[in-house]
């Protein structure tokens, strides 16, 4: 699934591209992904895009009058961007939004259908698809101690979790924990103080680094390989391959329909954890599948 970098990536890209152009289409290629009937989509047809906002994990789209796209790429779903006048590549589009300036394509790999696209009306429109998480990027660390502590959860579930941090997904949760030092299974209300000054830290610098990494990379193209594994990351991704700091063989835990990585050493006092009985812990605490995670709503 598209994290907080990916997700900011996009916003930037589509900002530049189509803030202030009109809207001239929308081609609905599969009616699965349109969730509403009102406001119809047709009525955002022949609008001009007011501007863009990163709304959790979700792309959102202003529209002049009120309306407001907003694009939920779930694990799969991707954007692609034609410029006016160019051939669109093969795949399987979804919707395409034909621009003044060109076509923002949204497709889906595989048979699942978990991209969304809702239309809705005002602010308050796409607040209701605001899990409520904090925004990490900017956020105090008495905030964050706040929001991690008010509930106990295993660590990798609060960090992943959209009603309590905002953007943070499997990928990045591992490389988080891993900077911190931190085992993913640590309760949150057993997290001492220096223990959550510590993951705050990390959590804004993987995050602020990862976002200009891949903005450099990217340079002014719009994003074409939005990936949950990328080279450089420290452990996702990485299983039975060295830890970049202390050589362990990075150890992973299924749980669900998502896995966790760490480095023992590095983040566990070299303990070696047992997929089966983690996996248990981990199913109680843990929602079955993404759609219901993603679903939660803010207590």
Sequence with gaps: MPELPDITLYCEALDTRVTGT???????????????AEPA?????????????????????GLEGGLWLVVHLMVAGRLAWIEAGRRARGGKALARFEFERGTLVLSEAGSKRRASLHVVAGAEGWRQHDPGG???????????????TASNHTL???LTDPRIVSGIGNAYSDEILHAARLSPVTLTQK???AEITRLHDAAQGVLAAWTERLRSACGDDFPARV???????????????????CGTRVQRIRYADAELNYCPRCQCGGRLYADRALSRLLHRDWPRTIEALEAQKPP
Aim: proline letters at 5%; a positive charge; charged letters at 30%.
């Design 22 to 36: 009109r809207l001239d289409t929308i081609e609905i290629r599969d009616p699965f992904v349109l969730r509403t």
């Design 41 to 61: 989509v047709d009525t955002c047809s022949g609008r001009r895009v007011a501007g863009v906002r990163r709304v959790g994990k979700r792309i959102a789209l």
């Design 134 to 148: 904090l925004e990490i990027p900017g956020s105090s660390r008495a905030a964050f101690a706040a929001r991690l």
């Design 156 to 158: 990798k579930r609060a």
């Design 191 to 193: 997290l001492t103080a």
């Design 227 to 245: 990936t949950a594994f990328r080279d450089g990351m420290a452990v996702h991704g990485r299983y039975g391959q060295p830890c970049p700091d």
